[in-house]
């Protein structure tokens, strides 16, 4: 039986003064760092590490391996999957917004706030998020420029293939983002409830860790959205 520890990327740069996204904030470098750390105390070893196409998960894998390192300890070099990238749900949301809030009271006071507050807060981003997003995994809206959820799923389902692809009896290490993680999850429990999918990836905390396994085809869940290396509860974030 092989096994497969997701690390979901530490805290990015939403709704702080930095300009890019895709980039740590200092809390999910500290994160990530305290990752490295509790590794390094468990004397973990991996067969054979991947990472998503973001520079925030390139940037939880430096700190986690950085930390590793001062410790004596040494993991593979990554391989990149495009498969483990994020969906593309924010984006759907600003392209959306505008048109969906003429038919959505909810959405249209957001979009309100949004317009007199001059830019989007974290609490108006969110609301809108978890609003549409629902309707996009349940098929309802879609844009031509953002890739369908449903799509999104069957690429995660390509990553886990080629995962697998390692044979029994290897530890791997996949550094990617919630969606992702969430994904993989309910595709080893078979999960076809689409809203649960958003539900899980909602629950996942910065930097956690979800432990599955796998023999041949046949996918087990062992552990979900684990942090036992944050112990200061400041450093338990969801966004």
Same mark, same amino acid.
């Given at each position: &039986?092989?096994?497969?520890?997701? @690390?979901?990327? %530490? =805290? ?7 300009? +890019? ?14 990752? !490295? ?9 991996? +067969? ?6 973001? =520079?925030? #998960? ?7 391996? /950085?930390? &590793?390192?001062?410790? %004596?300890?040494? *993991?593979?070099?990554?391989? &990149? ?5 994020? #969906? ?6 600003? =392209? &959306? ?11 249209? !006071? *957001? ?6 507050? !001059?830019?989007?807060?974290?609490? #108006? ?6 609003? *549409?997003?629902? /309707?996009? @995994?349940?098929?309802?809206? %879609?844009?031509? $420029? ?32 919630? %969606? ?15 809203? /649960? ?18 023999? !041949? ?11 036992? #290396?944050?112990? $200061? =509860? /400041?450093? @338990?974030?969801? @966004?």
């Amino acid at each position: &039986m092989s096994v497969v520890l997701f @690390v979901r990327h %530490g =805290k990015a740069s939403a709704f702080s003064s930095a300009t +890019d996204y895709d980039q740590l904030s200092p809390p999910g470098v500290e994160q990530s760092e305290l990752l !490295g750390e509790w590794f390094a105390d468990e004397r973990f070893q991996a +067969d054979a590490v991947f990472v998503g196409p973001r =520079k925030r #998960h390139e940037q939880t894998y430096a700190c986690v391996t /950085r930390v &590793m390192a001062t410790r %004596g300890l040494r *993991i593979p070099e990554p391989t &990149m999957l495009p498969e483990l990238d994020e #969906h593309d749900g924010i984006s759907l949301v600003f =392209k &959306m917004l505008p048109e969906l809030a003429a038919g959505d009271p909810e959405l249209a !006071g *957001i979009a309100e706030s949004i317009a007199k507050a !001059g830019r989007p807060t974290a609490d #108006h981003v969110l609301a809108a998020f978890k609003r *549409i997003t629902r /309707r996009w @995994v349940r098929g309802e809206v %879609g844009h031509a $420029d953002v890739e369908p959820w449903t799509a999104f799923r069957a690429r995660v389902a390509r990553a886990l293939e080629k995962i697998a692809a390692l044979g029994r009896g290897k530890t791997a290490l996949v550094f990617t983002s919630a %969606g992702a993680v969430a994904a993989a999850t309910a595709e080893t429990l078979g999960v076809r409830d689409e809203e /649960r999918v958003l539900d899980l990836s909602w629950s996942l905390y910065n930097g956690s860790i979800t432990e599955l396994d796998f023999t !041949g085809e046949r996918w087990g869940l062992r552990t979900f959205n684990t942090t036992p #290396h944050l112990r $200061d =509860k /400041r450093l @338990v974030t969801s @966004v």
